[in-house]
């Protein structure tokens, strides 16, 4: 379905609707099991340290392929991760996933070293 992305948007801590799949040095990627794939707000929601969200997705498979290309877009905006926060955030991601690293995540975390 795609990514949605929203660079920042404030979001109201309804912790009680959302479950944590990744945490990696306060960024979070969390998934609210009420949401259906096919609705209108997406299940997977990607937020930054300060409780912003950044990015939402149907899958967490989707998220983690997206992870490489949205921390550069995002970077044009605002620094989306440090170096080596994107590396370990990156990676915890895909290993949540269960998903393979692709090539574009590869050549991303070696680019920040």
Same mark, same amino acid.
């Given at each position: 379905?795609?990514?949605?992305?929203?660079? @920042?948007?404030?979001?109201? /801590?309804?912790?009680?609707?959302?479950?944590?799949?990744?945490?990696?040095? @306060?960024?979070?990627?969390?998934?609210?099991?009420?949401?259906? +794939?096919? @609705?209108?707000?997406?299940?997977?929601?990607?937020? /930054?340290?300060?409780?912003?969200?950044?990015?939402? =997705?149907?899958?967490? =498979?989707?998220?983690?392929n997206?992870?490489?290309?949205?921390?550069?877009?995002? =970077?044009?905006?605002?620094?989306?991760? @440090?170096?080596?926060?994107?590396k370990?955030?990156? %990676?915890? +991601?895909?290993?949540?996933?269960?998903?393979?690293?692709?090539?574009?995540?590869?050549?991303?975390?070696?680019? %920040?070293?």
């Amino acid at each position: 379905m795609g990514i949605r992305r929203l660079y @920042g948007t404030g979001t109201v /801590d309804a912790g009680v609707f959302w479950d944590e799949c990744v945490s990696e040095k @306060g960024w979070r990627i969390q998934h609210n099991k009420t949401l259906e +794939v096919t @609705g209108m707000l997406k299940p997977y929601r990607l937020l /930054d340290p300060k409780g912003n969200l950044w990015a939402s =997705s149907d899958t967490l =498979s989707e998220m983690a392929n997206a992870l490489p290309e949205l921390a550069a877009s995002f =970077s044009e905006k605002e620094p989306l991760f @440090g170096s080596e926060e994107a590396k370990c955030f990156v %990676k915890a +991601v895909f290993i949540a996933a269960g998903t393979a690293l692709t090539d574009a995540a590869i050549d991303y975390i070696k680019s %920040k070293k």
